[in-house]
């Protein structure tokens, strides 16, 4: 079972940090709402941001951007993101999953590092990030013939 309660005490940081709307204009708005979306979605609906790894954890929400983002702007983010891929089970995997996301927070949504990124302009777009992370669509119907 996944505990939120290890999240809350990200709340003040995120409530500084986050825009209202968007993404924000600063690395720091950025960043907040790139790893907020990743915990919101996984402890709401149980979304990854990568679901081809060989354990099939992935579920329905297309969150690869805002990790692709984190991966490609924010020193050592990388090496945490990509411990997704080392997750070998299903039923090791959603606890894997939640640890990777809270190191994420802990190690980043702190005020030392977002302090530094509140200074500089937003990069890109959390929206429109490529590669490494992937998602892919699974119908789970097959689509009706019309005739």
Avoid at 17 to 24: I, Q, V
Avoid at 114 to 139: C, V, W
Wanted: aromatic share 14%; charged share 25%; glycine share 4%.
């Amino acid at each position: 079972m996944m505990n939120w309660d290890i999240f809350k005490k990200f709340d003040s940081i995120l409530s500084k940090y986050m825009p209202s709307n968007g993404e924000g204009e600063t690395m720091a708005s950025q960043t907040a709402t790139a790893i907020n979306k990743l915990i919101y979605k996984w402890y709401n609906d149980g979304d990854v941001y990568d679901n081809q790894t060989p354990h099939n954890l992935g579920w329905a929400n297309d969150l690869s951007s805002y990790a692709n983002w984190l991966h490609r702007n924010i020193p050592g983010a990388a090496t945490i993101l990509e411990q997704v891929w080392d997750l070998q089970n299903k039923e090791d995997a959603e606890m894997g999953y939640t640890e990777i996301l809270y190191t994420l927070a802990d190690k980043y949504l702190c005020e030392d590092f977002m302090s530094q990124l509140a200074e500089q302009k937003k990069t890109g777009s959390i929206y429109r990030a490529n590669s490494p992370f992937h998602y892919s669509q699974q119908d789970d119907e097959p689509l009706e013939e019309e005739f």
